[in-house]
């Protein structure tokens, strides 16, 4: 079993929707939490970090970490053309300079249909 | 703006030949990256380093090395191109520390090994 798990999809939804995107893992020591787009032939471009758990919100974008059952989700509100990329999950247990190391989740593609 | 970039972005090469893959970043990151990336594996680090003269293997090490003389590169080098080094490969750099702990990618170096 992996480390994390994330459903590849594909996620389609129509424009305006709510894309709902979840990641479970199963080491508890993790703490810091991270959400990537990463756009056809393109590199993860950062969109949300979260240390710990709770909510975050950042323009359409809110990232929810639930450390107790081990979930963290992504909700992209109305949701465009331009918001469909694979997202990946990645998390951590402390400080990359300290040799944590990030373990990142498979990816969900997502697509927006006008 | 400071960025992160690789190149070239595309190589065809053949087997058995050195290759090295070029990483330049300047945001003057200690903490240095190698991932490939690829269907059904996701993001795997190949080898990281924490700071000039500094290197580390990753999960899939075997094949490559890398150096590092200064602070702003991170060269990726693979000894014997093999056909299952078939990849995308991208560079990453973090601050490592506070809220800047995550990984920031570039745009990603395709290579194909015939």
């Known amino acids: 079993q992996k480390e994390v798990e994330q459903d590849p999809g594909p996620l389609s939804v129509p424009e305006g929707a709510i894309v709902s995107l979840n990641c479970t893992y199963s080491?508890?020591?993790?703490?810091?939490f991270m959400w990537y787009r990463q756009y056809s032939r393109k590199g993860p471009e950062l969109l949300m970090y979260t240390y710990s758990s709770g909510n975050k919100e950042d323009g359409r974008f809110t990232a929810q970490v639930d450390k107790s059952s081990k979930y963290i989700s992504l909700f992209i509100r109305d949701s465009q053309p331009s918001d469909s990329a694979t997202y990946l999950c990645a998390m951590t247990g402390g400080p990359v300079a300290a040799g944590n190391k990030l373990t990142f989740g498979g990816g969900t593609r997502v697509l927006v249909k006008p | 703006d400071a960025e992160i970039t690789q190149s070239p972005r595309h190589k065809i090469t053949e087997t058995g030949r050195q290759v090295t893959l070029a990483c330049h970043q300047t945001?003057?990151?200690?903490?240095m990256f190698w991932y490939r990336q690829d269907l059904g594996h996701g993001l795997r680090l190949i080898h990281y380093?924490?700071?000039?003269?500094?290197?580390n293997k990753g999960e899939v090490s075997d094949g490559y090395s890398v150096s590092r003389s200064n602070t702003e590169d991170l060269p990726l080098t693979l000894e014997s191109a093999a056909s299952s080094q078939t990849s995308v490969y991208f560079c990453?750099?973090?601050?490592?520390?506070?809220?800047?702990?995550?990984?920031?990618f570039g745009e990603g170096s395709w290579l194909t090994v015939v």
């Open positions: 080491n508890s020591a993790f703490q810091y």
């Open positions: 945001w003057n990151h200690n903490n």
């Open positions: 380093s924490y700071g000039v003269q500094d290197t």
């Open positions: 990453a750099s973090s601050p490592g520390t506070g809220s800047g702990n995550t990984i920031y």
